[in-house]
């Protein structure tokens, strides 16, 4: 058994690891009486989506070969284990971007399909699902099946955003997005409120990517005082790919070192940066995928490891439940680092079991402080539960099984479409007896 954590590092989780070289090597079904097992791509899933304490746990880090590139349109296929990281750098001197990306580029094909990610361009792009073309599914039965629209369309569906438990994906097919260069003009902008947010979203047509960083300490009237982003691709400035991060956090830090004093320094100093206002011309790296610059960054949060609560809202109830939410995080003082607001848009998701909705969506991480922290998010998911809205799977490490079958009602399709030999801690947590 091998300890497996995931990136919030709450639990270390005993796992029978296989870590399969080639395809062919990948078995989900063990025969009558085997564990059940699960697959995890680089762990950047917050929670328990990409665990299974006590199963098999098939680790994709050496499925990442490239199977076909057609670089007129735009048209890669490769194993399920590639990272965004690792197909940027091949396609973007060719002049092709990945149509939606995550905060982070190190990430799976297979985890970004199984968790639908969302972006900051969801308005214009949708989920990555929607971008997929096929997917090469290996199930307990021995059988490797093609899904797409058109291939045994409603198991892609619910593969797209199945939270690995429909089988292994071997291969995604993506449709990628032409660009001209690599340099993304970008706009910062101050708000002092959530009216400004909600005002500058609309008002933001012409800029593909849009995202906010909030203050979350701010409280009263200006409550979601923060920073508007927004940015869209250049059209000049070459197409040169990123470099690797060059700091890393090499140990664990002291618990107290992300307390509520220094989250308010830090939010303090971050907003009265006045050199971040305004325009300028910046690589794509630094503005999709800024953590990555530190490598580990997770460990600041200490052994005790932290949480993030990522909802959304229908529109109609978005700017009083983000208020709610927000001055819930102000009054347990539980502050945030990183606390991130945006609108979805009405693209629909291809998955079943998608998590996106029209509507706004606001994601905060918070240290493990124990019991504290337990009743602030069951707080928070309480309320976006009773505003009609739903949890994120691949963020979330407490939520109940009530709140789950609230938010995603088509659970019991995916359930149905699961393969036998699969599961995962979330699963098992959320569906419980219901299942
Ligand atoms: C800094 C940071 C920023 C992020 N920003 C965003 C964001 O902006 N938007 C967003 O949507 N998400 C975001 N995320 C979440 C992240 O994109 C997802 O959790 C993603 O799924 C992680 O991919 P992974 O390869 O690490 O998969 P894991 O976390 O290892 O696994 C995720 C799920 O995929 C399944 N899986 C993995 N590989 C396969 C396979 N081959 N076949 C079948 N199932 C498979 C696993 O079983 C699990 O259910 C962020 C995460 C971090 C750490």
């Given at each position: 058994m091998q300890a497996v954590s995931s990136w919030g590092r709450l639990r270390q989780v005993p796992h029978e690891v296989d870590r399969p070289a080639f395809l062919d090597q990948v078995h989900v079904g063990a025969g009558a009486g085997a564990a059940k097992a699960l697959c995890y791509g680089m762990g950047r899933s917050y929670g328990d989506v990409?665990?299974?304490?006590?199963?098999?746990?098939?680790?994709?880090?050496?499925?990442?070969?490239?199977?076909?590139?057609?670089?007129?349109?735009?048209?890669?296929?490769?194993?399920?284990?590639?990272?965004?990281?690792?197909?940027?750098?091949?396609?973007?001197?060719?002049?092709?971007?990945?149509?939606?990306?995550?905060?982070?580029?190190?990430?799976?094909?297979?985890?970004?399909?199984?968790?639908?990610?969302?972006?900051?361009?969801?308005?214009?792009?949708?989920?990555?699902?929607?971008?997929?073309?096929?997917?090469?599914?290996?199930?307990s039965s021995g059988d490797v099946i093609t899904l797409s629209n058109s291939e045994n369309s409603e198991l892609f569906a619910a593969t797209i955003g199945g939270l690995g438990l429909t089988g292994a994906m071997l291969w995604v097919e993506l449709e990628l997005m032409p660009i001209k260069s690599a340099m993304i003009e970008t706009e910062t902008l101050a708000i002092g409120n959530l009216q400004d947010f909600f005002r500058l979203a609309g008002e933001s047509g012409d800029w593909p990517y849009t995202v906010a960083w909030v203050d979350c300490l701010?409280?009263?009237?200006?409550?979601?005082?923060?920073?508007?982003?927004?940015?869209?691709?250049a059209g000049s400035g070459g197409l040169k790919v990123h470099r690797a991060p060059r700091v890393g956090v090499p140990l664990d830090a002291p618990g107290v070192l992300l307390n509520a004093h220094t989250i308010a320094a830090f939010n303090a100093l971050y907003r009265r940066r006045p050199w971040v206002l305004g325009r300028k011309t910046v690589h794509y790296d630094p503005f999709f995928f800024p953590l990555d610059a530190i490598a580990r960054w997770n460990r600041l949060?200490?052994?005790?490891?932290?949480?993030?609560?990522?909802?959304?809202?229908?529109?109609?109830?978005?700017?009083?439940?983000?208020?709610?939410?927000?001055?819930?995080?102000?009054t347990f003082g539980e502050g945030s680092f990183l606390v991130v607001l945006k609108l979805f848009g009405d693209k629909p998701s291809p998955g079943l079991l998608s998590f996106p909705m029209p509507g706004a969506t606001l994601a905060l991480d918070f240290p493990n402080k124990g019991e504290?922290?337990?009743?602030?998010?069951?707080?928070?998911?309480?309320?976006?539960?009773?505003a009609g809205g739903r949890l994120y799977p691949a963020k979330d490490a407490t939520m109940s099984g009530e709140a789950f079958r609230a938010g995603f009602p088509n659970w019991r399709k995916l359930e149905a479409q699961r393969d036998p030999a699969m599961m995962s801690d979330f699963w098992r947590r959320v569906t419980g007896e219901a299942a």
């Open positions: 990409c665990l299974n304490e006590n199963g098999r746990l098939i680790v994709t880090d050496q499925l990442d070969r490239f199977l076909a590139f057609d670089r007129e349109r735009g048209i890669v296929r490769a194993e399920a284990g590639l990272t965004l990281d690792h197909l940027l750098r091949v396609v973007v001197p060719h002049g092709w971007f990945v149509p939606v990306t995550p905060g982070t580029k190190f990430v799976t094909l297979g985890g970004v399909v199984a968790n639908d990610v969302h972006g900051k361009n969801h308005e214009v792009a949708g989920t990555f699902g929607s971008h997929v073309r096929a997917i090469g599914l290996a199930r701010a409280k009263g009237d200006a409550t979601g005082r923060g920073l508007f982003i927004r940015g869209r691709h949060y200490g052994r005790r490891g932290f949480f993030q609560h990522q909802s959304v809202v229908p529109m109609a109830s978005a700017a009083d439940t983000m208020r709610k939410l927000l001055e819930l995080t102000a504290s922290t337990h009743r602030l998010l069951a707080a928070m998911a309480e309320t976006v539960i009773a």
